[in-house]
C-alpha cells in the first residue's frame, strides 16, 4: 500500500486528499475498465462531459480521463464503489501474473538465453 495512503486518517480527509487518493486508483484503471464505468454509470457522466462523449466512451471509442471519472465518483456513492471494487480485482489479476512469473523465473532465463544464443548464432 502508498504510504501516503496508510498516513491518511479519516479525521484529516478533505476533497484535495480524497480527489488524490482517487486519482492514484483511476489512473491504474484498464482501458475496458473505463469503458465499462461510462456503460454502468452513463446518468452520472451526464453534466460532466457531452452526450456524444458519453456514447463514444460508452463505444469504446474514446476513453474517459482520470478527471472525469473522479467528477462522477464524488457525485454518487455506487460509482465510487464500483471504481474501488474494479481497481481492486485488476491489482489481484496483476499480482497473479506477477506470482506466475516469479514462480516461472528459471523457464523464462532459459528462454532469454536460448534467445540471446541465436543471436550470437546468426551474428556468426
Known sequence: MNPQ????RAEELDEEKIRSLFYEI??????????E????????????ITNVAISKARKGQI????????????????ARKWVLRKAE???RKTLE???????NEPAIE??????EQEEVDEDD
Open 5 to 8: 495512503a496508510q498516513e491518511v
Open 26 to 35: 483511476i489512473e491504474k484503471l484498464s482501458k475496458q475498465a473505463r469503458e
Open 37 to 48: 464505468f461510462a456503460n454502468q454509470f452513463e446518468e452520472e457522466l451526464e453534466g460532466i
Open 63 to 78: 476513453h474517459l480521463s482520470n478527471r472525469t471519472i473522479i467528477e462522477a465518483v464524488l457525485a454518487s456513492s455506487e
Open 89 to 91: 480485482e485488476e491489482a
Open 97 to 103: 501474473i506477477v506470482k506466475f512469473l516469479e514462480r
Open 110 to 115: 532459459k528462454i532469454v538465453r536460448e534467445n
